[in-house]
């Protein structure tokens, strides 16, 4: 028999978040245990923000520069193929559980068509849906509705702090838990949904995407999540000495800062503006997103108890990962539109079954990797061509115990930060559209950043660790800047969209080199 892909996905999860990484505050028990069976990989980054972007260079292998669907909304061009569409070419009919913020390209389709209402109303080509759940959530809250909960306004009902809580004087507003128990939450639907789909599929090879909604804001938990952790044992996040001095750094964070600090923007349903929130409750939202955290790992187990409940362990590749990471406060950011690295680590665990996988059972890989690799790894384990246009690369060699010759020594990263609706980046910044971007590259010590319109920035990563100085000022440090654009030039004329460009017309007919 063929073959299963379970290919799990945590929306907004840091890649320091696991307590096999020493994490003081976070409980992931199921995926420690997952890592020591297969491989941790401890430098895996994503490639853009936030969730539409990110989502379509995991499942496309393309970096931003070539897909270029760049925000929450940009169309992704109908000609790009994905993990899902070649897996069909494998014998597969991938399943998605959750969503993938798929902006389908409008060419084509009649104005009119529902799918062109928002980002959030596409699916991946390729993929079936047992269950899509997009921004509204609307299968689940049509199950709490069926339970007797009064949700008028649907997801925005569902998500609100449950009335008449009482909150101790220690605790910040996001302890307070919501209105249904943690077996009813979106996470638990998620999850139970799967488990049904799973139970009659013992005898048959599947492929699936597992799309976990948390830990992404808000962050309100369910019981007992909401207590799990204890606002006084977690540290406040690395931080200037105010939000003043924090702008300073550079203008897209000025204006992030800014941006960020409306109440219930960031984190619906919350009263606080998150730059500005006093200790105890920055304390408390860490902490509301670790709980956030242990109630999909504790969700994880349960599907991977079932896999080895039913003899399906042994025949199925798990992925899981992230689709970008979360500031959490540091630099007084939250969320994920800003350049530092919290914003793009994460994590990736992979367990491969095979015997070839046997000798990095329980490893930790410290090279660089990143999102755009997880397409040609299932596609190279299900033994499948990757496509030419990848940019990523296969990661079995790393799951087999070795590195490649020639393994990338840093990674690459693009944000295009442009307001299209409301032109307010454009206007708060004073440039183009077109000129609302930015790609970085970062290796063991330096981190560059170079903007299309905006001043650069240059960290020693081995040095500051947190980015909290920009070098890109001082006069000495214009040699190792004008070394890194350079590395960054050859990066992107290395992985221009590259289709054909190995292929020739000749007597013989069409020649494709390798």
């Not at 299968?139 to 649907?154: E, F, I, K, T």
């Not at 080895?308 to 539109?337: F, N, Q």
Request: glycine share 8%; net charge negative.
């Amino acid at each position: 028999m063929r073959p299963n892909v379970l290919f799990i996905c945590a929306d907004q999860w840091r890649g320091d978040c696991l307590s096999a990484l020493g994490h003081p505050n976070v409980r992931t028990p199921n995926l420690d245990a997952l890592a020591a069976d297969g491989v941790l990989f401890k430098n895996h980054f994503g490639q853009c923000t936030p969730c539409g972007p990110s989502r379509t260079s995991l499942l496309t292998g393309l970096y931003l520069m070539n897909h270029r669907s760049g925000r929450n909304g940009t169309p992704l061009d109908a000609r790009h193929t994905n993990v899902a569409l070649e897996a069909r070419k494998a014998g597969y009919k991938p399943a998605l559980f959750g969503y993938t913020d798929t902006s389908m390209d409008p060419r084509g389709r009649d104005p009119d068509d529902p799918v062109l209402t928002g980002y959030d109303k596409g699916v991946m080509p390729g993929f079936v849906t047992p269950l899509h759940l997009p921004d509204d959530m609307g299968p689940w809250v049509a199950d709490l509705v069926a339970r007797g909960y009064d949700l008028p306004a649907g997801r925005d009902d569902a998500f609100r702090p449950r009335p008449g809580f009482a909150r101790p004087a220690d605790r910040g507003f996001r302890y307070v838990p919501t209105i249904f128990p943690a077996e009813l939450s979106e996470t638990a639907f998620l999850a139970d949904r799967f488990l049904e789909w799973l139970a009659v599929r013992q005898d048959r090879p599947w492929f699936a995407h597992l799309v976990f909604y948390r830990p992404h804001p808000p962050l309100i938990a369910p019981e007992p999540y909401n207590a799990l952790v204890d606002p006084a044992d977690v540290a406040l996040p690395v931080r200037a000495a105010t939000p003043e001095a924090e702008r300073s750094q550079h203008p897209l964070l000025a204006y992030e800062l800014e941006r960020i600090s409306e109440p219930g923007l960031y984190d619906e349903h919350s009263p606080l503006d998150p730059v500005s929130a006093n200790e105890l409750e920055i304390r408390q939202m860490r902490a509301a997103y670790y709980g956030l955290i242990a109630e999909v790992d504790h969700h994880v187990g349960r599907v991977v108890e079932h896999l080895k409940r039913t003899g399906e362990y042994g025949r199925t590749l798990i992925v899981v990962t992230s689709d970008h990471a979360e500031m959490l406060g540091g630099h007084h950011v939250w969320g994920k539109e800003i350049y530092f690295d919290p914003a793009f680590h994460l994590p990736l665990v992979i367990r491969d079954p095979r015997p070839e996988a046997e000798a990095a059972r329980g490893t930790r890989v410290d090279a660089f990797t990143e999102a755009v690799d997880i397409m040609p790894t299932i596609l190279d384990w299900l033994g499948h061509a990757v496509p030419r246009a990848c940019d990523g690369r296969s990661l079995l060699p790393l799951l087999e115990g070795g590195v490649p010759a020639g393994w990338r020594e840093a990674v690459f990263f693009e944000h295009d930060f442009r307001t299209v609706a409301t032109q307010r980046a454009e206007q708060a910044l004073g440039i183009s559209s077109d000129q609302c971007s930015y790609a970085a590259i970062r290796d063991r010590h330096y981190k560059y950043v170079h903007f299309a319109a905006l001043p650069p920035l240059l960290f020693d990563i081995a040095a500051d660790p947190h980015e909290t100085e920009n070098l890109a000022g001082r006069p000495e440090m214009a040699a190792t800047i004008a070394a890194y654009a350079q590395k960054m030039l050859s990066w992107r004329l290395e992985h221009a969209e590259r289709t054909l460009t190995n292929m020739q017309l000749t007597p013989a007919g069409v020649v494709s080199r390798p």
